[in-house]
């Protein structure tokens, strides 16, 4: 199983599961989840189609409460 995956693909399963982008700056997309404002803005740094680093990654998941991998 992947640890991770491209920062591309974050944002389109996020956005397939609700969130929105809220702004950007750059390269990161700053997101928010209209019915779950609790979980607060995620940011999701998009510089190509490279794996985002399992730190960076694991964070995404931590705060966003998504499992990408279902």
């Known amino acids: 199983m ?3 995956m491209s920062g591309k693909k974050v944002k389109k ?4 599961r ?3 982008v809220d702004s950007s700056v750059g390269g990161h997309f700053f997101m928010v ?3 779950h404002p609790e979980l607060g803005k995620v940011t ?3 510089h190509g189609n490279h794996d985002l680093k399992p730190r960076v990654f694991a ?3 931590r705060q ?3 499992n990408f991998f279902e």
């Open 2 to 4: 992947p640890k991770t």
């Open 13 to 16: 399963v996020m956005e397939d």
């Open 18 to 20: 609700g969130w929105v």
């Open 33 to 35: 989840n209209p019915d």
């Open 44 to 46: 999701v740094p998009v």
């Open 59 to 61: 964070s995404i998941k």
């Open 64 to 66: 966003s409460k998504i």
